[in-house]
């Protein structure tokens, strides 16, 4: 992967030794910080999920939008009302990852902001945030177990950058620091994707047809397609960045689709449980991710990622 000459984003705030949120969005102190009354089948299996991934394998909650409920209230409100962050350290990384990191958040920027544009609307760009360990955030109290995810609250993809040594020496989702670059990107991508979703009004509709559901299987599908439309969208950015910049190389498309294939539920449930529940499915098979991504990487528009208007995903 070509990235050197990408654009560096100074929307990366590096927290990693320090900082947090003070409050915000409603939640509580101790535990994962969630809330205890008040809450929608949305939030019952926010709790569930989280609970499986702190003890039996962390990737499951790779795509953020898991925590869609930050707790009970409003929920207009609160997609409308980002929390404000205490005193921190929010300068830019000075590391070589937090240098590669801002050079994919950056590209990013450039890409959605170009699409956005053509669509003749604005793309707000979000913030990164950088921690190590944990850091409060207005969504949920964020470990590093738990993975990157996106917070829609304050619009801020949450990032432990141990995930990626994770996602290499535990996974196996990439084969080696060179290769495994593509799929660090794929994986900040696919955080983007949900920010964009949250843009596009997406998320919040996502998040009140699951509150409405009469039963968790189908609030759980409804989040699969979240899932796997942000994976879509993160081919998206791929194809339009590639064709600006001609940053992939040879073998890096593979390792996207070896991390794809390893964060599959199907493939995370069979090892962790040795048998597979497709109706606690929240992500998508590792087949389907796979083909969601490739989709957008070849169409590379947004149209050809609506994942909620196809029967079979």
């Known amino acids: 992967m070509r990235w050197e000459d990408f654009r560096r984003s100074d929307n990366v705030e590096d927290d990693r030794g320090g900082g947090g949120f003070a409050g915000g969005g409603g939640l509580g102190g101790g535990g994962m910080g969630l809330p205890t009354g008040g809450m929608g089948i949305g939030t019952l299996i926010v709790i569930a999920l989280i609970a499986w991934a702190l003890g039996i394998n962390p990737l499951v909650l790779l795509g953020g939008a898991d925590i869609l409920q930050g707790g009970g209230g409003n929920t207009q409100a609160r997609y409308d009302q980002p929390a404000q962050p205490r005193a921190s350290r929010n300068a830019p990384p ?56 996106y917070c829609p609250i304050d619009q ?92 992939i190389e040879p073998g890096d498309v593979e390792q996207a689709l070896q991390t794809a294939s390893a964060i599959g539920d199907d493939r995370l449930q069979r090892q962790s449980r040795g048998y597979v529940v497709p109706d606690s ?33």
């Open 156 to 247: 801020r993809v949450y990032l432990d950058t141990s995930f990626f040594r994770d996602l290499q020496k535990k996974f196996g989702a990439c084969d080696n620091d060179k290769a495994c670059q593509f799929s660090e990107a794929y994986v900040i991508a696919h955080e983007i994707g949900h920010h964009v979703q949250n843009l596009l009004g997406i998320l919040p509709k996502v998040q009140q047809a699951q509150q409405r559901a009469g039963d968790k299987a189908t609030a759980n599908q409804l989040q699969v397609r979240v899932e796997l439309q942000a994976d879509c969208l993160a081919g998206v950015w791929a194809n339009r960045s590639n064709k600006r910049q001609q940053f």
């Open 94 to 149: 000075q590391d070589q990852t937090g240098d590669f990191i801002s050079a994919v958040l950056g590209n990013t920027e450039d890409i959605w902001g170009q699409i956005f544009s053509e669509a003749g609307q604005t793309y707000q760009r979000p913030k990164l945030r950088l921690f190590s360990g944990a850091e409060q955030t207005p969504c949920v109290y964020a470990q590093s177990a738990m993975g990157p995810f």
């Open 281 to 313: 499915f929240t992500h998508g098979t590792s087949e389907q991710r796979k083909r969601w991504f490739m989709t957008g990487l070849k169409e590379g528009t947004v149209q050809a990622c609506n994942t909620f208007n196809t029967a079979q995903l």
